[in-house]
């Protein structure tokens, strides 16, 4: 693939190829922040309330954000497939950046 001559010296081949890996990388991060946004907003709950629990709604709002942070512990290995396709997408991105000769 590299060897192309429009691909070697940056090319539209060579560009091509770099925007479908950057875009391919795009859409992972996406998916990661689909998947982590129902825990920011648990956060920002969270530390919006950092008063003494006076209430029975300071109490069930407590416990529902240490319930969603417990839940959130749990998933973390699930994310570890986000973290080997963003490390892989950058690997890709770097090599082909750093193989091309300019």
């Known amino acids: 693939m590299l060897a192309r001559p429009g691909f070697r010296y940056g ?3 060579f560009k091509e190829t770099l925007d479908v890996m950057v875009n391919s990388c795009a859409c992972t ?3 990661l922040e689909a998947v982590t946004e129902k825990y920011r907003i648990i ?3 969270a530390n ?3 008063t003494k629990l006076r209430t029975l709604d300071d109490v069930k709002k407590s416990i529902r954000v240490n319930w969603q942070r417990v839940r959130w512990d749990h998933e973390k290995q699930s994310l570890q497939q986000y973290r080997e396709k963003v ?3 950058t ?3 770097n ?3 750093t193989s091309v000769v300019w």
């Open 11 to 13: 090319g539209s081949g």
């Open 29 to 31: 991060l996406k998916e």
């Open 43 to 45: 956060e920002s709950q």
């Open 48 to 50: 919006k309330g950092k």
């Open 87 to 89: 490390k892989s997408h």
């Open 91 to 93: 690997d890709a991105i």
């Open 95 to 97: 090599l082909i950046l």
